[in-house]
């Protein structure tokens, strides 16, 4: 069954980075837009940033735009996201999602294929 598998996540301490990554069980990451979302206990999802098929096209939530990058590997079906500065307020569980289409913003909403997440933990 095709699906979304997110790696990288841990334990991490405050103003530290992690690189989450992005890999498709039998789904061709390059042919869509992907999304990263998160969600933390008692919170909504919440939709991160996003990036167009092409690449071309990057899309920040206002809360992490000047911390997070969004990007694609290089032939290897792989999304990844930096994510730098990080504080307590970042600790969820972080998701890749895509809409199936080729385009950014990608809402929660619209979603329809997600993995299992990966946990961050920002604490000293």
């Known amino acids: 069954q095709a699906q979304l598998v997110e790696s990288g996540g841990g334990l991490v301490q405050p103003g530290g980075s992690l690189r989450l990554a992005c890999t498709g069980s039998e789904f061709f990451l390059d042919y869509y837009a992907i999304g990263w979302f998160r969600q933390a206990p008692g919170k909504e999802r919440e939709a991160l940033a996003c990036?167009?098929?092409?690449?071309?096209?990057?899309k920040y939530a206002d809360s992490v735009k000047t911390r997070f990058a969004i990007s694609r590997g290089d032939a290897n079906n792989t999304v990844y996201i930096k994510m730098n500065s990080l504080n307590a307020e970042d600790t969820a569980v972080y998701y890749c999602?895509?809409?199936?289409?080729?385009?950014?913003?990608?809402?929660?909403?619209?979603?329809?294929?997600w993995g299992k997440g990966t946990q961050v933990t920002v604490s000293s």
């Open positions: 999602e895509t809409d199936g289409g080729h385009f950014c913003p990608m809402t929660v909403a619209a979603t329809k294929y």
């Open positions: 990036i167009s098929s092409s690449g071309g096209t990057k």
